[in-house]
Structures are given as structure tokens and as C-alpha cells.
């Protein structure tokens, strides 16, 4: 069974300090695919990254970076000099190639303050 | 620009009524999806399609029906609105075939619904 775990349910930071999402996941898979979605106040999720397991390169895209780490089960994402625009709820999740299903964590409210 | 469209932002029906929710996207995809997110709980997949008159069920069917008649639709139904689907319901639609699951997903707005 797959499985992906935020622990963090809230976070609140000033703008222009770095804040980091934690994800953690379990799979007993080989292949595998993890994904960070962004869902502002709007609704609607938008897609940030999607990692597959044998890729562990850290990635930066601006601000944001992800930090892929198989021997911890983590895929943690780091937003750097936040902005109150980041203020939303980040939802990761894990697909396992041939299982029809896309397993999201509980997801984290990020609010950023001015 | 890429889009997935649903037909209400928000909804409100009685305890029995049969409910429909539409979902429209214009990109062309073979899978179509529908999830309700509650507080606490992420999302949580209702149905999916891979193809036009196909479906299949998700973690958690039950209450719920699907219909798609044409590639761009993919409406979720409620035979008999409860109150425990009160519940923000997303649509979201993605390019691969055979019901892959490893490709980004679009989503639409989402609907929230309410029971009473």
C-alpha cells in the first residue's frame, strides 16, 4: 500500500523568510512518481513538480527547490524569500506506476504574513 | 491555455435530492478524474475514466456514479444527496491513456457542495 504523510498541518512565517514542507511517503515499489501541487485560496490545485524514483536531483525553479531523498522517503519542498502570494495549501502525493491511483498527503496550510 | 471547467463553484441541496456536478476540459485528455478533499483528509478519488463510456472506481465510490458520454465530459452523480457528502468536489483531467496515473493532472476549480 502506498502512503504519504505531512505532518505539518499548518505553517505560518513573515514574508522573506525560507519555509520548508515536509513529505514523506512509503511505497515498497521500485517506480514511482512524487508530485507537489499547489492549491491558493482560488481552489483549483496546480501542478508544481513531479520527481520519478530513479531521478534523485535535487530541483530549484526560482524560489522554490525540492530536496528527493530515497533513503529517508522524503520529498521535501523549500520556498525561499517567501511572498504573501505563496499563502496557500500544498498537497504531496505519490503514484505508483501500475497502481491506478495517485495517494495525496493531508496536506499543509501555508500562510505568509507581510 | 490549458482548462477544466466545472459547472458550479458552489452548490447547496436537500437531503435526497439527486445531484449532478459537469466537468468540462478543452485539452484533449484521455483520463478524467473526480475527487472530494475534506479538512484533514487530502484528496480522495471517487471515480476516474480512461476513455469515453469507460469507468472505474476509486477509493471511495459508494453514494456516487459517473457519466461519460462524450471525451471533454465527465460528469459525477449523487442518486440521493446525504449530508455526509457535503465536501469540495474537484474534477481534474490528465493526457495519458490506460487509466495512467503518472502524468501531471489539470484541475478545475472544484464545487463545493452542501447538504441539508
Redesign the interface.
Known amino acids: 500500500a502506498q502512503k504519504?504523510t505531512q505532518a505539518q498541518?499548518e505553517i505560518s512565517v513573515v514574508e522573506k523568510e525560507d519555509v520548508t514542507l515536509d513529505c514523506v511517503y512509503e511505497t515498497r515499489d521500485t517506480t514511482y512518481?512524487l508530485?507537489w501541487?499547489k492549491q491558493p485560496p482560488?481552489?483549483?490545485?496546480?501542478?508544481l513538480i513531479?520527481r520519478n524514483s530513479f531521478d534523485e536531483q535535487n530541483e530549484i525553479s526560482g524560489r522554490y527547490s525540492w530536496n528527493f531523498q530515497k533513503s529517508t522517503s522524503s520529498f521535501n519542498f523549500t520556498i525561499t524569500a517567501s511572498q504573501v502570494v505563496d499563502s496557500a495549501v500544498y498537497?504531496c502525493a505519490l503514484?505508483v506506476?501500475g497502481?491506478?491511483?495517485?495517494v495525496?498527503?493531508?496536506?499543509t496550510r501555508l500562510t505568509i504574513n507581510p | 491555455d490549458v482548462k477544466?471547467t466545472q459547472s458550479s463553484?458552489y452548490l447547496v441541496k436537500r437531503t435526497g435530492e439527486k445531484v449532478f456536478l459537469e466537468c468540462v476540459q478543452d485539452m484533449d485528455h484521455e483520463n478524467m478524474f473526480w475527487y472530494r478533499q475534506d479538512p484533514?483528509?487530502?484528496?480522495?478519488?471517487i471515480y476516474?475514466s480512461y476513455d469515453v463510456k469507460m469507468k472505474?472506481k476509486?477509493?471511495i465510490p459508494e453514494g456516487y456514479s459517473v457519466s461519460r458520454e462524450k471525451k471533454e465530459r465527465f460528469s459525477l452523480i449523487l442518486e440521493s444527496a446525504s449530508t455526509n457528502q457535503t465536501s469540495?468536489y474537484?474534477c481534474?483531467s490528465s493526457l495519458s491513456s490506460s487509466?495512467?496515473?503518472?502524468?501531471?493532472?489539470?484541475?478545475?476549480?472544484?464545487t463545493r457542495l452542501t447538504v441539508l
Open positions: 504519504v498541518t512518481y508530485f501541487y482560488s481552489g483549483e490545485l496546480v501542478f513531479r498537497f503514484s506506476r497502481a491506478q491511483k495517485l495525496f498527503g493531508q496536506g | 477544466v463553484r484533514g483528509l487530502g484528496l480522495r478519488l476516474f472505474e476509486g477509493d469540495m474537484l481534474a487509466g495512467s496515473f503518472t502524468d501531471e493532472q489539470f484541475f478545475g476549480p472544484g
